[in-house]
């Protein structure tokens, strides 16, 4: 979606399960350690609830389980981890999302040309790199045209 404020885009609540069960894939992770972790990754808007909700879903599709982690101070939480379904299901997307990468930079390169069809303007290279390209610097250090 498009925020228009800002123009960012929030990726999509499907697309948060990859990311979900790589990074269960490198440790075991409690739902908010989760959570943080998925923001760093970009995901900034991840409601606590849908987390969960998602987590209990996956355990029951068994990619992932979870055990009561009673140690520590406070409450018991749940501790998640991957199953080995999952690590099968995450190579399989994985394989997806490579194949879609190479879909978004064929768009990339038409949208470039777009660009530069479209808007005379739109220049890729920096207008420092053209100040610098037209002078060039002799051997003894001095600038020539």
Same mark, same amino acid.
């Given at each position: 979606m498009v925020n228009?404020?800002?123009q960012s885009v929030n990726p999509s609540k499907n697309f948060v399960l990859p990311f979900i069960l790589l990074l269960l894939s490198r440790m075991s992770l409690h739902g908010y350690e989760l959570s943080q972790k998925l923001q760093a990754f970009g995901f900034k808007t =991840?409601?606590?609830?849908?987390?969960y909700r998602l987590?209990?879903?996956? *355990?029951? *599709?068994?990619?992932v389980?979870?055990?009561w982690d009673t140690n520590g101070s406070g409450p018991a939480k749940r501790r998640y981890s991957i199953t080995k379904a999952g690590i099968t299901y995450l190579?399989?997307?994985?394989?997806?999302?490579?194949?879609y990468q190479s879909m978004l930079d064929q768009f990339f390169k038409m949208y470039s040309s777009f660009l530069e069809l479209y808007i005379p303007s739109f220049q890729k290279r920096?207008? =420092?790199e053209n100040v610098?390209?037209?002078?060039?610097r002799k051997d003894d250090g001095t600038e020539k045209e």
């Open positions: 228009q404020d800002n =991840i409601d606590q609830g849908n987390l987590l209990r879903q996956l *355990e029951k *599709e068994e990619l389980s979870s055990e190579k399989g997307y994985a394989n997806q999302l490579e194949s920096d207008p =420092i610098n390209s037209k002078k060039r």
